[in-house]
Structure formats: C-alpha cells, structure tokens
C-alpha cells in the first residue's frame, strides 16, 4: 500500500516483510554472505550524518516545534498505544505511514524544499517479529564526545530469528537495485512496533544504524531528522548516478524488476532505452547477463545497436576504484601484440573495446563520507575491529559483440577454441605479463572470420591482474572473487580469505579444466526446430555435478567437493560425460589425471618435508605403465608449488589437448609453440 504527501514532498511507500518482493533462496544466500561480510552498524545520529550529511546540532529548534505539534503528538501517542495492545499490522502500517506523513508536511512548512526539488520515495519496511537488533542501550548522548560511533562485534548480528528481517529488507534492495542500471544505492527504513532501524545499501558496504525507540525523547527526535535528512536528498543522493548532467536522462529506470519469474521479461526489462557513452548513442536490447547483488560488481551485459544498426555489446559494472581497468589491460595487450609480427596472431583472440568511461562517487556523496569514515576515522572508535570499505566506480565498457560457446554444435570447433585459450592465456601471462584469474564458461567465446575460420577468444579481464601487481600481493579485492563453480581448489579455501592465497598459473589452468568439464558433463545438442537454423547447445535435462552450483554451499564445501570428485574411479567420470561429447572423453580423463598428480605430488612433499626419512610414492607406476609420458612414481627432488611438481603447466596440457577425438587423431592448430613439444 502506498500513502503520500500530495505536495511537494516525497512519497512514503510500505513494503511488508511477509510478503518479500521475491522468494529466492539463491538471493538469499548472497545476501547472507553480505550480510556477513560487509555489513556495519553505527550510531544512529552518526548514520544520519554520514548517509545524509544531517546533525542534531544545528537543527534542534526545528525537531522541538514539530514535537510540539499537537497533530504529531497526537499521532505519535496513538502509535505507541497500539504497539502496547499488540494490534495487527495494517493498523500499525496505517499509524506510521500517518505520522510519516504528518511529519512531512509539516516539514513542508518548516524547510521548503527549491521549487524544483524532485519529490523522491521513502521507503519503509514494516516486522512483526522483534526483528530490530537490541541497541537502545548504545545509543550515544548528544554531549557524549567519547562514545563510539561504531557497534562492537557483539552487537553486530542479532540473532537467528531476528537476521530473518536483515535479509528480507537485503531482498528489497537487491530487487531496487537491479530494477535499473545504473543506480548506486538503497535507503530503506524498518519498523518493528515502536522502534526502527535505518539501512543503507551501496556496492561497497550495508550500513545499519542501530535500533531507535520512539518511547524515548532522544528517539522521536532521531525520527524526524531522519525524515528532515531523507527529504532533503536530492535524487543522486537517493541513488540515482548523475552521469551526464541534469539535463540527461541516464537512469534508465523501467517498470520490470530483473526478479521477476518470467526470464523473458526479465531479460527484455531494458529494451528500447538509449545510453551515450563517449560520442555515440546506443538503443539497448536484451540482458544477456546479470548478477544481481549488494556488494560487488554486479556486472550487466546487455546487447545493443549503434546508430548505424551494428550489434555490439555494454557491460556496466561496479569494480573496485584503483584496480587497474579491464579497458587498460586489453589495450595494453593489444598494443604490445601489433608491434611485432610474431605476437599478431594473438589479436584475433582478444576482445576488442570500442569506447569506455568510470564514473567515480561524487565526493559530497554518501558513499564518499563512509569511505572516509570508514577507512580512516572509524579506526579512532572501533578498536580492533576490522572494518574496510571498497570503493567502487561506475564503469561503461563497450565492446566488440562475440559468439558464446553455447551458440554451435561442433565438437572439434569447441576443442580448438578451448584450445586457443589455453595459448592466448599463455601469452598473455608471458609477454604483457597478465594473468586473467577469471576462467569460466561465460569468459570463453569465439570470432569468425570472412573466411569462416573460428577464434577462441579469451574475455572479461575485470579480474585480470599484472603480476607485478599479484607478486607485491596488492588485493584486487578485499573479498573472495571469481565463478565459484571454476575457482581452483586453493583458493576456496575456507581458513583463508582471497587476499591470503597468491593466485598463481597453475589455479587458471584448473579452471580451465572445470570449464571442459561442465561444458561436456552439463550440456547437449538442442535439435533446431527448423532447416534455417543451426544447432546449438543447451543445459542437458540431467546434468551432472549439480552440487558445484549449489549456492547454499560454503567454500569449504565447494572444496570438499572438489577434491572427491578427483578420488573418483575413471569410469564413473566417463559415464558422466553427455553422448554428444565423448569426443573429449580422453581430454577429461588427461586433464584429472594431472591435476590428480600436482594434488598427490603436494601430499608427499608435504610429508617428506615432515619427516624426511619416510620413502614415499606418489603413485603405483602399473596404474600408467612406464612410458615417456608416465607420471613421476616419487616426489621431485625439487618440488615447485607453482605448478605442483611439474604436473600442472602449460606444456602439460597443451600436449593433453594437442591431440583430440576418441582416438586423438585431430591435431588441432597450435599458434603460441612455446613450450609445447610437437
């Protein structure tokens, strides 16, 4: 239900908990770990100083002439009546929206807005559970100069019973959030009975102020300077990026929510807006990917046509601010391919960017003033708490449109594309010295050209790092990034955080191997409906390791399941693998086994450094036989944990993947030699 100031105020929107904007336990469990991870509770009055850069100091003449009200007073008093007899909740949705309303007008009155004001929406979120954390206590006096700012650990998480209304309003937001493309965050409140909470959600951090009671003098005077605060937001600082000025209309909002069950409206939620980046104006089309988060990048990829109808592609995105961009990356590859002859094969391997622009926080913004609390201030107050904040940009990239591996049927196609990555990888990380530490199914795509003659090529460097920067252990991110279905096993970890693990060689190719792996186990040939149209691939009515993409898992279980799945007997892999591709069936089989190898070859070192004395073997030699491609029986002498033992590198599994086909007779095209015998 919906009741709103018919003048120049805002409007005053009431969302039910009971009834979520969605129910998804996938969301769900995102929104958990954010919760976990990123989220922070402050003093009420510093929240609204932060959030929207109001104090109690200087207003409080205007706070004591509304609770003078005799209306308000009136109103409030009812309020707290019904919370006492227990009334339902459209009673007590009435009574808040009535006294959300009375305060507004009378802030009309009081703090005219500019004329042309927008009129934003405040929304507030209503429990029935005792859902708010129990914080009164904490609350700071205003003469207080030595109180913190910032809630201990203790009072971080409520518990269970009362994170319910946490990740019910993280619905909310999550839903807002990607109901346009380019909104940077979220501001509801939440009421439970007498007391409520204010939230504030943005890429970088979920800010919670701590409980307020409406019963106590210092708590209806926060009340109305929140409503003071939220009013005087302008959109921007509502959440709305100001990219190209007033006079440009760049918020792209629609009517269709990314949640919705219908996946065909969802992807079409955009289709027919424009967008100008640079010098161009694009009119968007469908999503052809999403993530729909809190705190990330939430990367959207839309297709779209230029003003001369040709197809490229957006991605809009939130990366960490002063990681080094995906843009410069491409480019910097790019540039050091085409002046040598030698390294020019490799541009038909690599996207290609066609304009690009970052859009940094304003510095008058919510998201700027808890940065700097939070990375700097915030350490007078907190302790030991560790606290950090990631403060993220806005990027628009446009790039060339390429094919997804989905989109053909050809067994000894999909082979030399895979193949093909495996060597651009390899010469990315040797000449512009860049490692890509995103390998998954969706960064792996391919370009035809005039002749008809297919490319692998390797995409989405946002993760993508030099190595200089990986060697000085500079975190591209204070949080565990990559597809977690293709993330090697290292770095899931669940005793380490993403930033305690160097991302090495090694860890790329293992997700290469996952990539194989799900693109074989996973999928089938789609029949085409008609003679005009060319097969292509779907997921399989019964695909196999499902578990992988199971979001309730943890990482330790991720990793658990991993490492069983390589105790696993050969035969039961190969009757995982879909009819349509038992051509990789040797691939599969290679590829385990060396990695089964670097894992039984990291035991043993382990062991014999342990105990030096103890004669190991790494594996019974009648199991390969004693050929020039056996593995080693016994730890190196010299054991590499890069690419552990030897057995995981690039001359490996290029000589695995050179030959293809159930009986390896398709030599594939080998374009980087480096390193691979032949």
């Avoid at 010469?427 to 890509?436: E, K």
């Amino acid at each position: 239900m919906k009741s709103g100031n018919q003048q120049v105020g805002p409007t005053v929107e009431i969302i039910q908990l009971n009834e979520p904007p969605y129910d998804c336990e996938y969301y769900d469990e995102l929104i958990s770990e954010d919760l976990h991870s990123s989220r922070v509770m402050l003093h009420a009055e510093k929240f609204l100083e932060l959030v929207c850069d109001i104090t109690m100091s200087c207003h409080q003449n205007m706070l004591h002439r509304i609770l003078d009200d005799l209306i308000f007073r009136r109103l409030l008093t009812e309020l707290l009546a019904e919370c006492d007899a227990g009334l339902d909740e459209p009673a007590l949705d009435e009574s808040i929206a009535s006294l959300y309303d009375r305060g507004l007008e009378l802030l009309d009155v009081l703090d005219p807005l500019p004329c042309n004001a927008s009129a934003p929406t405040l929304t507030f979120c209503v429990a029935t559970e005792n859902d708010l954390c129990d914080t009164e206590a904490e609350l700071p006096s205003h003469q207080s100069q030595d109180r913190s700012s910032v809630l201990r650990d203790e009072v971080l998480f409520s518990p269970a019973a009362r994170i319910t209304a946490q990740v019910q309003c993280g619905r909310y937001a999550i839903a807002e959030l990607s109901k346009t493309l380019l909104r940077s965050h979220v501001i509801l409140t939440l009421f439970d009975h007498d007391s409520f909470q204010m939230h504030y959600y943005d890429r970088g951090v979920i800010a919670v102020s701590s409980a307020v009671s409406l019963s106590s003098c210092e708590g209806q005077e926060l009340f109305i300077l929140m409503l003071m605060g939220l009013r005087r937001l302008t959109s921007k600082g509502l959440g709305q990026w100001n990219v190209l000025g007033e006079s440009q209309k760049f918020d792209l909002e629609s009517s269709g929510n990314i949640l919705e069950d219908s996946s065909k409206e969802r992807r079409r939620v955009f289709h027919g807006m424009t967008l100008r980046v640079g010098a161009e104006t694009y009119t968007l089309q469908e999503i052809l990917f999403r993530q729909p988060e809190i705190v990330g990048r939430a990367t959207c990829v839309v297709a779209a046509k230029d003003r001369n109808g040709k197809e490229v592609v957006l991605k809009i995105s939130c990366p960490v601010e002063g990681h080094k961009s995906e843009v410069d990356l491409i480019e910097q590859a790019r540039a050091y391919a085409s002046h040598d002859d030698g390294h020019k094969w490799v541009l038909m391997h690599l996207p290609r960017v066609i304009a690009s622009v970052d859009i940094a926080p304003d510095p008058e913004s919510a998201h700027h003033r808890l940065c700097e609390f939070l990375n700097n201030e915030v350490t007078k107050w907190a302790g030991k708490q560790k606290l950090s904040y990631e403060s993220r940009v806005l990027r628009i990239t446009v790039v060339e449109k390429l094919h997804p591996l989905l989109s053909i049927a050809s067994p000894s196609t999909h082979a030399q594309i895979f193949f093909d990555v495996l060597q651009t990888h390899k010469w990315l990380y040797d000449h512009p010295r860049i490692l890509h530490r995103d390998i998954s199914i969706n960064n792996i795509m391919f370009r035809v050209d005039e002749h008809g003659n297919y490319f692998g090529v390797l995409n989405d460097f946002d993760l993508a790092s030099l190595r200089a920067d990986l060697d000085s252990r500079t975190p591209i991110s204070m949080r565990r990034t990559g597809t977690p279905p293709f993330m090697a096993m290292d770095l899931q970890n669940p005793y380490t955080q993403n930033v305690d693990v160097k991302h090495l060689y090694r860890h790329d190719l293992e997700s290469l191997f996952y990539v194989i792996l799900m693109f074989v186990v996973r999928h089938k040939v789609k029949t085409p409906p008609t003679d005009d149209e060319h097969a292509r691939l779907q997921l399989d009515d019964h695909p196999a390791l499902e578990c992988w993409f199971d979001p309730t898992k943890s990482w330790g279980d991720l990793q658990a399941i991993k490492i069983t799945f390589f105790l696993k007997f050969s035969e039961h892999i190969k009757k995982m693998i879909k009819p349509d591709f038992k051509a990789f069936e040797n691939w599969v089989l290679g590829l385990r086994r060396l990695i089964s190898l670097g894992l039984a070859a990291k035991c043993e070192a382990e062991h014999a450094k342990s105990d030096p004395e103890v004669e190991t073997e790494i594996v019974d030699p009648a199991l390969f036989g004693d050929g020039p491609d056996a593995p080693p029986t016994s730890p190196p002498r010299d054991y590499c944990e890069e690419t552990l033992g030897d057995c995981i590198t690039y001359k490996t599994f290029g000589r695995a993947m050179l030959d293809f086909g159930e009986d390896s007779k398709e030599r594939l095209k080998i374009r980087y030699r480096y390193d691979i015998r032949v």
